[in-house]
């Protein structure tokens, strides 16, 4: 009896080990293919990210796209105003820290050149805040509704686009909307030189119609249609 009492007893450990054998084997299988698949679906982000770094590897979602109509107004101040160089618009995203460039134009072609090559592969948007207290404080002073001109230096974007330094020696900046509350982006305006307090004026004006236009023509009507979330 004692015998055939062991012989179970061994008997239940080796189908003990065989089934814990085969659980980690199905297991080791399960693991295997899912990181497959993750990897397989995710394989652009990685992609991104070993030729880019990391910043590319988070694709931006932006909470609006620009109209054709405010496209071409964009084009029209542009290339109506000697003044003006360049005109981009920027979604911001305050909780992920993040400036989104939506559309950028200038009627220069080796400007539009170089807003091509500094936006067109910010997969990953460009930080909002980031440690230039001038950026800072400009950043803020947009949020509350301001409009600002300052130099290119001055409005801390030196460190993040030095090459266009010497092509936008003076930005202005006005937000999306052009008041406080519902900010979701701005739009900046690049001079080619230090405007006339009558330039300014004019300018400011344009700035604060260009903005209103685009955030009641596209911002507020996406915006409308994107799902809510509880915070």
Request: glycine residues 4%; proline residues 5%.
């Amino acid at each position: 009896m004692a015998i055939q009492e062991r012989l179970f007893s061994l008997a239940a450990k080796v189908i003990q080990v065989i089934s814990l054998k085969n659980v980690a084997i199905w297991s080791l299988a399960a693991l295997v293919t899912l990181i497959s698949y993750t990897v397989f679906e995710q394989r652009t982000l990685i992609v991104n990210y070993i030729l880019k770094g990391p910043e590319a590897a988070t694709p931006a979602t932006t909470a609006f796209a620009l109209s054709d109509t405010s496209k071409s107004r964009i084009k029209q101040i542009v290339d109506e105003n000697d003044l003006i160089i360049a005109i981009t618009v920027l979604n911001a995203d305050i909780r992920n820290n993040r400036r989104i460039p939506i559309h950028w134009y200038s009627d220069d072609a080796q400007v539009q050149k170089q807003l091509d090559s500094s936006f067109s592969g910010r997969y990953g948007g460009i930080p909002l805040f980031t440690s230039d207290e001038k950026n800072n404080e400009n950043i803020v002073g947009v949020i509350n509704g301001e409009f600002a001109c300052n130099t290119y230096e001055e409005g801390g974007n030196g460190a993040l686009f030095p090459a266009l330094a010497t092509r936008f020696p003076y930005v202005c900046r006005t937000s999306l909307p052009p008041y406080y509350g519902q900010f979701s982006g701005y739009v900046t305006i690049s001079l080619n030189r230090v405007p006339t307090q009558t330039e300014l004026d004019a300018l400011k004006a344009e700035a604060l119609n260009l903005s209103t236009e685009i955030y009641f023509r596209d911002v507020l009507p996406q915006s409308k249609r994107l799902p809510t979330t509880n915070s």
